[in-house]
């Protein structure tokens, strides 16, 4: 029996374009594998959009919740986390569209000691209007339907859409932290546990998915990329607020430096 996966997706008041995700859910090739949408203090909408998607996609699909209390997306991973039966975890934006073998494709790459960086091509904002407005599914779309887009500037890559089997050069980058982001991150439940989960002492935007990553590294965890495999196709949104972000820079480097392992407030506070 092939193991659990559990797919947990980061939201904030964003319906349109976690109703696109969970729709490109809905038809994985691969079904063993089950949804948490960390939700960031939204309002109710979202947890009845959830609602509306939980008979659709036909596997355990679960809204975890907290109050708005400014930009806390390591806490409500956390808690997304401790709502998780997998044995490996499938970290998604909510605004990250995935192609059918989206699922399939990480399982294949899984691999005891090592967790996967997936990459993404970027809509414009253009784009993104006429997915969200028509319903469109660019998830189905063909090479040439994509060759049009990325002439006509509706989309800034191609990388994220192309499949191509790079074997043992998927391992070059086995101790790299730069570039890495969990919008598309794979990550064994029991290496979560080692490193306790994000560290939710990063307030506001920026660096917490770094201090993640090295925190990995730390603990012996070597990246595995799943470019050119696991691709998704992200939603353009407005950048977000960066006022903390030298803060949280600060932050990471004392990480970096000190070689530490484990989260100062992550999974475990929150048990606790």
């Known amino acids: 029996m092939a193991e659990l996966i559990s797919i947990i997706i980061s939201t904030y008041n964003r319906e349109d374009a976690l109703n696109a995700v969970l729709r490109s859910l809905a038809h994985q090739s691969d079904l063993d594998f089950e949804v948490i949408v960390a939700d960031d203090g939204s309002s109710p909408s979202t947890a009845k959009l959830v609602d509306t998607w939980k008979a659709k996609i036909g596997r355990r699909v679960e809204h975890v919740w907290h109050p708005d209390q400014?930009?806390?997306?390591?806490?409500?991973?956390?808690?997304?986390?401790?709502?998780?039966?997998?044995?490996?975890?499938?970290?998604?934006?909510?605004?990250?569209?995935?192609?059918?073998?989206?699922?399939?494709?990480?399982?294949?790459?899984?691999?005891?000691?090592?967790?996967?960086?997936?990459?993404?091509?970027?809509?414009s904002s253009g784009l993104t209007a006429k997915v969200l407005r028509e319903n469109l599914t660019p998830e189905t779309w063909r090479p040439a339907r994509w060759l049009i887009e990325r002439w006509r500037g509706g989309i800034n890559r191609l990388s994220g859409l192309l499949q191509l089997p790079l074997g043992s050069l998927r391992r070059v980058r086995r101790s790299a932290w730069r570039g890495a982001r969990a919008c598309n991150l794979a990550v064994w439940r029991a290496d979560l546990d080692r490193i306790d989960g994000f560290d939710a002492d990063y307030k506001g935007w920026g660096r917490e998915?770094?201090?993640?990553?090295?925190?990995?590294?730390?603990?012996?965890?070597?990246?595995?990329?799943?470019?050119?495999?696991?691709?998704?196709?992200?939603?353009?949104?407005?950048?977000?607020?960066?006022?903390?972000?030298?803060?949280?820079?600060?932050?990471?480097?004392?990480?970096?430096?000190?070689?530490?392992?484990?989260?100062?407030?992550?999974?475990?506070?929150?048990?606790?």
Do not use: M
């Not at 909510?94 to 073998?101: A, H, L, P, T, Y």
């Not at 201090?211 to 730390?218: A, E, G, K, S, Y």
């Not at 903390?244 to 932050?251: I, M």
């Open 209 to 272: 998915d770094s201090d993640f990553i090295v925190r990995l590294l730390h603990a012996g965890v070597r990246r595995k990329d799943g470019v050119f495999a696991t691709g998704v196709i992200h939603l353009w949104h407005p950048d977000a607020d960066r006022s903390q972000l030298s803060e949280n820079e600060y932050k990471l480097g004392a990480v970096i430096a000190d070689g530490r392992v484990r989260a100062r407030h992550g999974l475990s506070s929150l048990q606790s």
């Open 70 to 123: 400014g930009f806390r997306l390591a806490e409500i991973r956390n808690r997304a986390i401790l709502a998780a039966h997998g044995t490996y975890c499938i970290f998604l934006d909510g605004d990250c569209i995935v192609r059918e073998d989206f699922v399939a494709t990480h399982r294949r790459l899984a691999e005891r000691g090592w967790f996967v960086t997936g990459n993404r091509s970027l809509l």
